[in-house]
């Protein structure tokens, strides 16, 4: 196993008024036997960077090094690293112990050993009873789990994975996605998984990456992320429903109080931890959908602030409730147990979390205090 150090990568694509900067100096460490999640929306630059890691895209800039070895210049099969993609490209004439066996005949290693790889491969992903089926005869998870055993097998410092998911059902992939944290305990390897799906990143990563625009936004654990992200970015765009992020201002004619400039929302802050430096400034102020609730049911405790909204449109999951409602422009989306509510169109008193509130600069949407 190995660790993995990226110093100022960068990836610019084309030359002169054609150069497109696609990742802009990365520095990041994946440590020995972790696994770390890149992830960011389309076109980010996360597919970008580990096929950098994994040699298949030159580095423009910058040193990278696997373990102790710096390997800009060394070619993939010298890497010691092994990737899964997508689109799993099975040999269709090959059986799969034939399919799990290729790489190792290529690499010359003897008869037995590539049993004994092909054998153990095959038990722990389950594909012992399947050792003689072509990929034809496989279903979608099944052929998945072979391209992860073509992986195991070869028995590599770094595994690689590409969005690994994207073609499994939903109910597949959440398996698979079981399989693959599974593995990782298993095998203790040190692993780099890139996905577009926050909620993929949530479960699988010990430390995950947000990527923006080619920019490394925030590298912390799921927690961390979810609890304190760096920025305005991050902070939308990590949680399902998405942190509402109303655009405002902090006044203080008597006591602190946030406006909202779209639509007349105001949140009194008398008892909120406001950052230094707010009072008078436009900020961003974030709160996510659980931190509001409707006001007359059960308190958490806590300090608090009250606001009417009209209800616009609910959304009942069967265990909870997304409430979506507006003041003016402003919609504001609360997560709430199963309640009786206003109907559409009516007010709604909405209470918002003052210990939860997040503030970002305006400008460049960096997290302040
Ligand atoms: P997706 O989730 O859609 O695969 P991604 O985050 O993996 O997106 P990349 O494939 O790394 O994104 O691409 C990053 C940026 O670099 C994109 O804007 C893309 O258009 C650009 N890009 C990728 N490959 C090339 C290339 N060969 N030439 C020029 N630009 C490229």
Do not use: W
Not at 81 to 101: D, G, R, S
Not at 345 to 354: N, Q, T
Request: hydrophobic content about 40%.
């Amino acid at each position: 196993m190995a660790r993995v150090r990226l110093e100022n990568v960068r990836k610019v694509y084309g030359v002169e008024s054609q150069a497109f900067v696609a990742v802009h100096g990365a520095d990041l460490e994946v440590r020995d036997g972790e696994l770390l999640v890149l992830v960011g929306p389309s076109g980010c630059g996360k597919s970008t960077l580990l096929r950098m890691i994994a040699g298949l895209e030159t580095i423009s800039e910058g040193r990278l090094s696997i373990g102790d070895r710096v390997v800009n210049d060394v070619p993939p099969k010298d890497r010691d690293i092994a990737m899964v993609f997508q689109n799993y490209a099975l040999y269709p004439h090959m059986t799969v112990y034939e399919n799990l066996a290729f790489g190792l005949k290529l690499r010359k290693l003897p008869g037995d050993e590539i049993d004994r790889r092909v054998r153990e491969a095959g038990a722990i992903l389950e594909l012992a009873e399947i050792l003689d089926r072509r990929p034809r005869q496989l279903s979608g998870g099944q052929r998945q789990r072979v391209a992860l055993g073509r992986a195991i097998v070869r028995q590599p410092a770094v595994f690689l994975f590409d969005e690994p998911l994207s073609n499994l059902d939903a109910k597949l992939r959440v398996q698979t996605r079981g399989e693959i944290a599974r593995l990782h305990r298993r095998l203790g390897a040190t692993m780099i998984y890139v996905t577009h799906d926050q909620v993929e990143a949530m479960t699988l990563g010990e430390r995950i990456v947000v990527l923006n625009e080619g920019r490394i936004q925030q590298i912390d654990t799921p927690l961390g992320l979810y609890e304190r992200p760096a920025n305005r970015f991050v902070a939308g765009f990590i949680g399902s429903p998405a942190m509402n992020l109303v655009e405002g201002v902090v006044e203080r004619p008597n006591a602190p109080v946030f406006r909202a400039l779209d639509g007349g929302l105001t949140i009194n802050l008398t008892s909120a931890a406001v950052p230094e430096g707010c009072i008078g400034q436009r900020v961003t102020l974030g709160i996510r959908p659980e931190n509001i609730r409707v006001a007359g049911s059960l308190t958490s405790g806590g300090t608090q602030s009250e606001a009417t909204l009209l209800l616009d449109v609910v959304e009942s999951m069967g265990n909870e409730i997304f409430v979506y409602a507006r003041s003016g422009n402003q919609a504001i989306v609360a997560r709430v147990p199963p309640e009786p509510l206003p109907a559409p169109g009516e007010p709604i008193r909405l209470v918002f979390d003052l210990d939860k509130l997040h503030f970002f600069d305006s400008t460049g949407g960096d997290r302040l205090g």
